[in-house]
């Protein structure tokens, strides 16, 4: 009875260990490379904050953002004012609705290294990064990335996950001005219309680059 007794007593701690394991959070760079294995669509709410070199809040902005790799995403700006931004995989427009003006250029024209071609991109990510998990905070993992090349526009970028999922992205450029992106109610693999991602300039809107 007692060798029964310690064999079940010995069981329940070996399955209670593993699943410690199993429930321990990933890193932030496990949780990155989940993101581009398993996540090809994505959608969120998002606030976007920036900071000035003492961390002083200097601009907010909100809106709504979709995402579907290969390198299509759309970035619509509601507040403080209406802009949207929109790649359809060939091409990105900038369209500032206020100033009825819309640019385009090429997709691949230096913007590899910019976290919205991160979060749409192949996920060939140590071609333009070095990767590195940093300590948890605010009970999110964290992933710090930085740029290859000293023509990104961005020195450092981090990322935030809980649980595994994305919500957090922090860049920070060269005049150490910071701009933190919180996404609120994300939906991973949702189905996005196609047309979310085409762009054809309004009548009467000014195009700069065609």
Do not use: C
Request: hydrophobic letters at 40%; proline letters at 4%.
């Amino acid at each position: 009875m007692n060798r029964l007794l310690i064999l079940a007593v010995m069981f329940l701690l070996s399955m209670g260990s593993t699943m410690a394991a199993m429930n321990e959070p990933k890193s932030g760079v496990d949780s990155l490379r989940q993101f581009f294995r398993e996540v090809n669509s994505f959608s969120a709410q998002f606030k976007q904050i920036v900071l000035d070199e003492s961390l002083k809040p200097v601009q907010e902005s909100s809106g709504t953002l979709w995402i579907e790799r290969p390198n299509k995403f759309r970035w619509d700006y509601d507040k403080p004012y209406k802009q949207q931004i929109v790649a359809d995989g060939k091409r990105l427009w900038v369209y500032d609705v206020g100033l009825q003006q819309a640019s385009v250029r090429d997709l691949t024209g230096g913007l590899t290294d910019t976290p919205a071609m991160l979060l749409a991109g192949k996920g060939q990510l140590e071609d333009n990064f070095t990767i590195q998990s940093l300590d948890a905070q605010d009970k999110m993992t964290w992933v710090q990335l930085k740029p290859r090349s000293k023509d990104s526009g961005y020195d450092d970028i981090r990322i935030g996950f809980a649980q595994g999922k994305l919500r957090v992205i922090e860049m920070v450029d060269g005049f150490g001005h910071t701009t933190r992106v919180t996404l609120e109610s994300p939906r991973e693999n949702v189905h996005i219309e196609s047309d979310r991602f085409n762009f054809k300039p309004p009548e009467g809107v000014d195009v700069v680059g065609e």
